[in-house]
């Protein structure tokens, strides 16, 4: 399964905070790259580098410049799940494209009380959020999907 990042935050310690769009986030210690791939040595000689990690375009792993990034399969599976507030909530858009669905059959969900508003899902501004124990309750796992 692909799992698309959302954002990610880079800590002085060289560990990352990375955000994945089904609502997981995991801490990522990038330090023992020092010592196996020659490229992130880089940033022992310019830590300021580190600092300044971003996520590619589609969410597909973090990227520093040409030479260094990390692809979003390693940090998931290799990152310590930690937990925040926002665990388990994702946004329609992410839900859709995980569990294949529209996101009019989520507003009807929520219409006709399939989820319940403001247990199961809630709109922040213009964006609508869902818990993933709802989607897997109302429409089983998400689908597996690659790259």
């Not at 990152?79 to 294949?100: N, Q, S, V």
């Amino acid at each position: 399964m692909f799992h698309k990042i959302k954002t990610v935050q880079a800590l002085p310690d060289f560990n990352l905070i990375v955000q994945f769009a089904e609502g997981i986030t995991k801490l990522y210690d990038v330090k023992p790259l020092f010592s196996t791939w020659e490229p992130f040595k880089e940033f022992l000689s310019d830590p300021e580098l580190f600092s300044n990690a971003e996520v590619d375009k589609g969410g597909y792993g973090v990227i520093w410049n040409d030479d260094l990034d990390l692809s979003c399969d390693e940090l998931y599976h290799n990152g310590k799940r930690i937990k925040t507030p926002f665990d388990g909530l994702i946004a329609f858009t992410d839900a859709t494209e995980l569990w294949g669905l529209n996101e009019s059959t989520l507003r009807k969900a929520i219409t006709y009380g399939k989820l319940s508003k403001g247990v199961d899902a809630c709109k922040y501004g213009k964006q609508w959020v869902v818990t993933t124990d709802a989607m897997t309750r109302e429409y089983g796992p998400p689908r597996s999907r690659t790259q």
